[in-house]
């Protein structure tokens, strides 16, 4: 009696931990509510299914074993789906709830009554071998790309290790004619072992979705610390990294580079006549037209405010400026819907390459700056070349 209690509590302690966890994950640290609120399920059906067994007081054990069994179903589909809005799979509801409800329903109603214990145990493993070998399968590829190999293949090995087990169970109840092993162990033996055995995969399945959840948040904050959170391009911080680096190719190497600064012409005006919101849009359409139609070795970066910074690596002059313009002729096409009538929008562009060893980045970017401030002097929606300190400009 005494082990039993120890093993309950082991369970309690177990299942109360990682239940709260999953609380705690959905309601604070920004995880999916509906994943967690589905692993939140998971983690208690499992718990309650793996105590029932160690609670004779409660019923017969025929039905305690009956409803284990349900509970345990019913814990594997909510580990799917919630792996499934995780990963922003397709959902598979019908089945999860064709599965759980009848796996309940012929415990319950079936084998609880006509005393078809074994085959209740049979039908219930089975069931999760099913779910958790189409949860393996389905994950496996979305985990590897959006992560790596080894993240993927230990997420699919504890569920393959389950499904072996329950496998096996399954085997074993259907077989009563082949003399299995670990039939000879006592119920004592035999009870320790399933439970510590059960306890100890969920503990494994709660590292594994926690180590997924903590990586996909770490992916996150990484994403943010290097990009603006309007318009999704890369910050001011990103760029000047970048642009530090193609410095040091140059210095060391001799590639060549050319740095565009954008600016939205008016775009004060659009603030003060039309309001903030409709300034954001305008960004955020120019930030799209700009990284769509840049190339795929260039870098675009909000630099501050309304300017924009384009890194061309081994672009020079006329390369440089034909770019520019192409970027100049997309963002004229933009026409953005504001009540009652269209944002037409324009950018000045000043460009300064990069050639030689020698000039430092600083005043590369003050050659950018003042070919910028050149543009909007001589009317705006233009280009200004600033390469070999002779300014040129291309009218729209």
Not at 200 to 209: D, G, H, R, W
Not at 268 to 282: F, T
Request: glycine share 6%; hydrophobic share 50%; with cysteine.
């Amino acid at each position: 009696m005494e082990a039993r209690h120890l093993l309950l509590a082991f369970i309690l302690l177990t299942h109360c931990l990682t239940t709260t966890m999953w609380w705690v994950a959905g309601s604070w640290l920004g995880l999916s509510r509906k994943a967690a609120r589905h692993w939140l399920l998971a983690s208690l059906a499992n718990g309650v299914a793996l105590a029932l067994p160690l609670l004779p007081e409660f019923g017969s054990e025929t039905i305690r074993i009956a409803l284990a069994g349900s509970l345990v179903v019913l814990g594997a589909t909510s580990l799917r789906r919630g792996l499934q809005f995780f990963l922003k799979l397709r959902l598979t509801d019908v089945m999860h709830t064709v599965v759980a409800v009848g796996i309940a329903v012929i415990n319950v109603t079936v084998c609880l009554r006509l005393g078809w214990h074994t085959a209740g145990v049979v039908i219930s493993s089975l069931a999760l071998c099913l779910v958790l070998g189409r949860t393996a399968r389905e994950t496996f590829k979305p985990l590897r790309t959006e992560f790596n190999v080894v993240t993927a293949w230990m997420h699919s090995g504890m569920l393959t290790v389950a499904v072996t087990a329950f496998a096996m169970v399954a085997l074993t109840g259907m077989t009563p004619s082949i003399h299995w092993p670990w039939l000879d162990w006592s119920s004592a033996v035999s009870e320790f072992i399933f439970v510590f055995a059960s306890v100890s995969m969920s503990i494994l399945a709660s590292f594994v979705l926690g180590y997924i959840v903590v990586m996909r948040l770490v992916r996150r904050l990484e994403h943010l610390s290097h990009h603006d959170a309007l318009t999704g391009l890369l910050n001011r911080r990103a760029i000047e990294y970048l642009l530090d680096r193609e410095d040091q190719r140059l210095q060391r190497f001799g590639d060549p580079y050319t740095v565009l600064l954008v600016d939205i012409d008016h775009f004060k005006r659009i603030n003060d006549r039309l309001g903030h919101a409709a300034g954001d849009a305008v960004l955020c359409a120019v930030s799209r037209t700009l990284q769509a139609k840049a190339r795929e070795v260039d870098r675009v970066a909000r630099y501050g405010g309304e300017e924009f910074c384009i890194l061309l690596p081994h672009t020079l002059h006329d390369g440089a400026v034909q770019a520019a313009e192409r970027l100049r002729e997309a963002v004229c096409q933009i026409n953005i819907p504001w009540g009652d009538e269209h944002i037409a929008v324009s950018i000045s562009t000043g460009l300064a390459c990069a050639a030689e060893p020698g000039e430092t980045l600083q005043a590369l970017l003050k050659r950018a700056d003042e070919a910028l401030y050149q543009a909007k002097a001589e009317g705006r929606n233009r280009v200004v070349l600033a390469a070999d300190r002779v300014n040129r400009s291309r009218q729209a």
